[in-house]
């Protein structure tokens, strides 16, 4: 209608015009519910009410209410009120305002007015509105009105508030206030203002804070005005947090070479493997078309700080050929994509991205939660760049140390796969001896790290066909260096496939058969901690030996004696004193419920969530992206369990093992170090069933250092 009257604004529009309209609509209402548009006001305002209730369940509040832990079970609610009109003349209008700037938390009125207007117009964005000052001009009573009231709103609720309001004929009306969204920034800003302002406790400060928002504030994030203009053109899991661009390469060698030449590059794969560690490292970002939160390339990316989207399945790709399809368009290598860790969103082309930068009240908040919790906080690090990545972020230790991705380097690679690949116990043992002082070395900058904290160091547990070359090139080289024929090497890489390797010759099973294994890397662990001791008397270096994948005490005893009599034969040979402890993941629902056997045995527990997981659903940890979506359509699931701890089962488990075990060993010391360690609502549920610590990879540990003193505070 204003397009055929040649004017911009609603109210530049006559009553005709208006009538007019209103019989459209009313002629189009009648076409689709068959039946004319009621004229009871009564029948009218239930219309309008449930659509509200109907609108609890579309696509985008289902989305919304999983990325914000809302309960679907919790519904909604409608709210009547009469009108104010803002649109009545000269002497009305409408405004949105915030107490405090959103966006930077500063302590300032800001918002728009618009005259004539209702609120609609305001967010439409149809007319540009005025900076809210500008509505002392107009209506200058008014105004000074509405300023007490904000005083008066934020003193109520002791937060920012985000109000609407109408003026009608000069009178001000208020429709509706809320704790105003913010970024991260504003949010740390606004609670240590608030604490300085006398209006709140520390305690209540640190509890304001929501723990998941501080990731933006650890990684590089788009431009925001130049996130504004872009349209994803695909969505992944948001795997690991932060912003990425560059130019698309298929496989880790080229994510190397390019990035060596000074490219920025994003790694396209169908899913990672251990082999593509380095041209992980060289990558400003990974997208994956397969799998969940605790893939492969999901828990190595959160675990260096880079951004991730996994499981982009709409991604037609074909490696061969060095091109894939999304959204209509294929994308070749060399071209610009851009994804968002965070949010799972994949852009066309290039977005500049900002360093992120920390503000002064981040430590503040930190300081005071650290006063507040109870659980400790260690860290998921393989590298010592983690570790002491970790160390500045707060970690108070390593809880899960996974030796297997010690070996990802190319020299590392090629005695491990001759260790595979020996025939008999002597050839292991001969390739072990080219590893071990490699473990060592890194072993003790992980101590050196972590100055004498906990390190956790848990035993090799992937299954070891992962580690078997797959090139012709590398297959050779193996065959030269074992003295043996292609097709030998070939026919012992088959014979190591297995149809289920997560449920296969993986964890203490490779101790079990393999015990020298177990042997070296226990020999490494305790020589590691001897030197590192020596070098520093003012620590208490203690290694803690972890053994994965424990169904059965009797596993626990078998491999704990190699590693018992390995560690006091060192020992006694450096003629030192040292002490360490040997404990065990519990990660399988059996050793859960036989943990009072097992805790007999065990200096500590770690639950690791990851495989739990895994096995109590019997979900594979790696493919259930596939199907989580119509679990959430179909109102099964509301969360990824991988992502977020299943309290009611996994939890369950976790806390039968506790109660089973700490009778049997009073000394028993238990913690997490499943992904779940840095999940706000799963670090809470730690805390209640009374865990000594959750552990998490680097970027993650303020997120739980945080959510651990929101739980001692709440409970
Ligand atoms: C786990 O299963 O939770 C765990 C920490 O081990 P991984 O992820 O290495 O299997
Ligand atoms: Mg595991």
């Known amino acids: 209608m204003k397009e055929k009257k040649g004017v911009t604004y609603d109210v530049d529009l006559t009553a005709d015009d208006l009538k007019e309209l209103a019989g459209q609509f009313k002629a189009e209402y009648k076409g689709k519910i068959g039946s004319d548009f009621p004229d009871d006001p009564k029948e009218q305002l239930m219309g309008a009410i449930k659509a509200v209730f109907r609108s609890w369940d579309n696509p985008r509040a289902n989305v919304y209410r999983r990325d914000n832990d809302i309960p679907y079970s919790w519904g909604t609610a409608v709210n009547v009120q009469s009108m104010a009109f803002g649109n009545m003349g000269d002497d009305c209008g409408t405004g949105v305002a915030f107490t405090r700037d959103p966006a930077t938390g500063e302590r300032k009125l800001m918002g728009e007015f618009l005259v004539n207007a209702q609120g609609e117009d305001v967010v439409a964005g ?14 200058p009573e008014a105004f000074k009105e509405f300023t007490d009231v904000c005083k008066k709103l934020e003193d109520h609720y002791r937060d920012m508030q985000d109000m609407e309001f109408t003026v009608e004929n000069k009178k001000l009306y208020m429709l509706q206030t809320r704790n105003g969204k913010r970024t991260a920034q504003a949010a740390l800003k606004i609670a240590c203002d608030l604490v300085d302002e006398g209006m709140r406790t520390e305690e209540e400060a640190v509890a304001m804070i929501e723990p998941r928002n501080l990731d933006t504030l650890l990684h590089p994030q788009f431009d925001a005005t130049a996130l504004k203009a872009a349209t994803p053109v695909g969505k992944g899991l948001g795997a690991s947090p932060g912003a990425a661009c560059g130019k698309i390469v298929f ?46 390339a999901a828990v190595v990316a959160r675990g260096m700080g ?96 996974r030796t297997e991705h010690m070996f990802f380097e190319e020299d590392r690679i090629a005695a491990f796969r001759e260790m595979i690949c020996a025939d008999t116990v002597e050839e292991r043992e001969a390739a072990l001896d080219k590893i071990l002082p490699y473990q060592q070395g890194d072993f003790e900058k992980l101590y050196e790290a972590l100055e004498g904290c906990p390190v956790t160091i848990r035993f090799l547990d992937p299954p070891l066909h992962e580690f078997v070359p797959t090139d012709e090139e590398d297959i050779e080289k193996l065959a030269n260096a074992q003295n043996k024929s292609v097709d030998e090497i070939k026919t012992l890489i088959d014979s190591l496939h297995e149809f289920n390797p997560m449920m296969g010759h993986r964890g203490c099973r490779l101790a079990v058969t393999y015990p020298e294994i177990a042997k070296m890397q226990t020999k490494a662990v305790i020589r590691a901690a001897i030197n ?54 519990i990660e399988i629902p059996r050793a859960a419920l036989t943990a009072d056997e097992i805790a007999s045995e065990a200096d500590f527990f770690c639950f690791g969530t990851n495989d739990l997981t895994q096995m109590t659903f019997g979900f594979s940890r790696d493919d259930s992206g596939k199907f989580l979506d119509a679990y959430y359509d179909a109102k099964i699931f509301e969360n990824d369990p991988f992502a977020k701890l299943d309290q009611t089962g996994v939890g369950k488990l976790m806390e039968t093992a506790i109660k089973l075990g700490k009778p049997v060993n009073d000394k028993l010391h238990v913690g997490i170090c499943g992904e779940h360690g840095g999940d706000p609502s799963s670090v809470e549920f730690c805390h209640k069933i009374g ?25």
């Not at 899913?271 to 492969?296: N, Y």
């Open 251 to 296: 496989s880790a060698e080229d994510a190397v070479e390019w990035h060596d030449r000074g490219e920025k590059v994003v790694l396209v794969r169908l899913e990672t493997s251990p082999e593509d560690i380095t041209g992980m490292k060289a990558s400003q970002g990974i997208l994956t078309v397969r799998g969940g939160m605790t893939s492969h």
């Open 691 to 715: 865990l000594d610590y959750v552990s998490c990879s680097p970027f993650r540990v303020p997120i739980a250092r945080l959510a651990a003193a929101q739980a001692a505070i709440n409970n």
């Open 126 to 139: 149809v007319r540009t509105p005025m900076p809210i000052a500008k509505m002392e001009q107009e209506f």
């Open 306 to 401: 880079t951004c991730c989207v996994s499981g982009c399945g709409d991604i037609a790709m074909d490696e061969e050929n060095k091109k894939f399809t999304l959204a209509g368009k294929e994308y070749h290598e060399g071209d610009f994509i851009s994804i968002d860790g965070s949010t799972g969103n994949i852009y066309d082309g290039e977005i500049a991205t900002v360093d992120a930068t920390i503000a002064g009240e981040f430590g503040r908040i930190m300081a005071w939660a650290d006063k507040f919790r109870v659980l400790k906080v260690r860290t998921n690090a393989d590298t010592p760049a983690d570790a002491k990545k970790a160390r500045e972020l707060g970690a108070e230790g390593i809880g899960l140390c």
């Open 532 to 585: 590192v001791q020596k070098a520093h008397a003012d620590w208490t270096v203690k290694p803690e030996i972890m053994i994965p994948l424990i169904c059965d005490i009797k596993e626990l005893k078998n491999v704990k004696k190699v590693v018992v009599e390995t560690a006091d034969a060192e020992i006694a040979a450096a003629g030192v004193k040292l002490d360490y402890e040997v404990g065990t993941m």
